[in-house]
């Protein structure tokens, strides 16, 4: 800009130069005529001395130009240092948040879930989704401040039904809701909310319960591309699945899952997500071999590995997210795997740790294994007796749904009071 400047400067001063000085001879020209007294010798000095007036000037313009070009140098020179300055910050600052465990784990492309009701703590670990069930939902409505939702829902039950038993089925199907919404004001992604534990053995009430959720949901403004129904992996939990999935465009989070022919056969059915669970896997085998497992060992972490690495194999789009972890160790075994659900307190040891935290599990490796593929969603009998075969698997999803149905029954006896009191 100031090179343009510069040449402009030096057109319009030759041009003045020109202009004024055929004035000047102009006006001696005439004088000549009128006068004659004017001799050529007089002239040229006369034009001499302005030439030089106007070199004088334009030196002027010139130091002026070096001055503003010295000028702009200096400027250029402060903010490429001001620039550098706040790179390098910004370079410190980027290398302390990812000093941390958790920040580590995310960069290996896990996305982090919060599994939790409690809406401060999904907050502060910035999760992407978060995850509820009843006992989560029990634990944290026994809280004061949470007491705002429960009346809310108490007095959609009241208004939307007759009997008493449908009054606290409806109370709690919209304070499971009632959660859902305040935490889905927290995160950026989805929230799963659980179907009742007492329908994972019927797919039709499992359908009508998923899609009354998604009812309630849409009651306040909440689209169902947020929210994902969970359900139990049963083989008629895993079909529920696959009609909400392909007849209502309702994405579906297949939980309570401890087996490879349980996994199978949800990718096949189309869902969404899984959750295997690691914890629980673990504890089976802790009782029953009486002895400890090292992260590496740990027979919850192999379970949730060997579906990854199934479903990368053979091209599934199903997300599998870890979930149900008994240590930090757990977690970062399964770095690279799509999703995890972790507790706040293995949050915040995560959060709290510098320990390095690199990538176990990659999509790309596992193409490359010899897995052979199996299907189970057109045969029955084929997956009973598979996922029969699996004593701990068998186990742990008995016990899961029992212990998921007691708390909504709990939870049902705080709304049924609240209800009868109001």
């Known amino acids: 800009m100031l090179t343009k400047c510069c040449s402009s400067m030096n057109m319009d001063l030759d041009v003045d130069v020109q202009t004024q000085m055929c004035a000047r001879t102009g006006k001696s020209g005439d ?7 004017w001799s050529e010798d007089t002239i040229g000095t006369d034009m001499q001395k302005y030439a030089s007036k106007l070199k004088g000037r334009w030196s002027m313009r010139k130091e002026r130009v070096a001055l503003l070009k010295g000028s702009q140098k200096s400027n250029e020179a402060h903010w490429k240092q001001e620039g550098a300055e706040q790179t390098h910050t910004q370079s410190l600052l980027h290398a302390s948040i990812m000093s941390s465990a958790l920040e580590q784990l995310k960069a290996t492309g896990t996305t982090v879930v919060c599994d939790s009701g409690d809406f401060e703590t999904i907050g502060k670990y910035k999760a992407q989704d978060a995850t509820t069930n009843p006992s989560l939902v ?7 401040e949470y007491a705002k939702l429960i009346d809310i829902a108490v007095e959609y039950g009241k208004k939307h039904a007759q009997d008493p038993d449908e009054k606290v089925d ?4 919209r304070l499971l809701v009632e959660f859902g919404k305040e935490i889905l004001k ?7 909310t659980e179907v009742d534990a007492r329908f994972s053995f019927d797919t039709k009430a499992s359908i009508t319960k998923a899609l009354h959720i998604i009812d ?34 309702v994405n579906c989070n297949l939980t309570l899952m401890f087996s490879l022919p349980q996994a199978i056969a949800a990718a096949e059915a189309g ?49 599998v997210m870890g979930a149900s972890f008994r240590n930090v160790g757990e977690i970062t075994e399964l770095a690279g795997c799509d999703y995890l659900t972790i507790s706040p307190n293995l949050l915040e040891d995560l959060f709290n740790s510098q320990d390095k935290v690199p990538q176990k599990l990659d999509a790309k490796d596992a193409t490359t294994l010899d ?39 709990t939870l049902k006896d705080i709304l049924r009071k609240k209800i009868e009191s109001s």
């Open 31 to 37: 004088k000549r005529q009128k006068r004659d007294t």
């Open 371 to 409: 897995i052979p593929k199996k299907s189970y969603i057109d045969d029955e009998a084929l997956f009973r007796f598979d996922f029969n075969e699996e004593a701990m698997a068998v186990e742990k999803l008995r016990e899961g749904i029992s212990k998921f149905a007691a708390d909504a029954i």
């Open 271 to 319: 869902a969404f997500l899984i959750s295997p669970f690691v914890g629980r896997i673990l504890d089976w085998y802790k009782a029953s071999t009486k002895k400890d497992y090292s992260p590496q060992e740990d027979p919850g972490v192999k379970s949730v590995q060997s579906i990854y690495n199934y479903y990368k194999k053979h091209g599934y789009k199903t997300i």
């Open 170 to 173: 409806a109370t709690l199907d």
């Open 216 to 249: 309630l949901y849409k009651s306040i403004g909440i689209g169902k591309e947020r929210i994902l129904i969970k359900l139990a992996s049963t083989w008629e939990g895993i079909k529920a699945a696959q009609i909400l999935q392909k007849e209502h465009g």
């Open 138 to 144: 029990l634990a944290a409505s026994k809280k004061s």
């Open 186 to 192: 927290i995160v950026p992604g989805k929230v799963s």
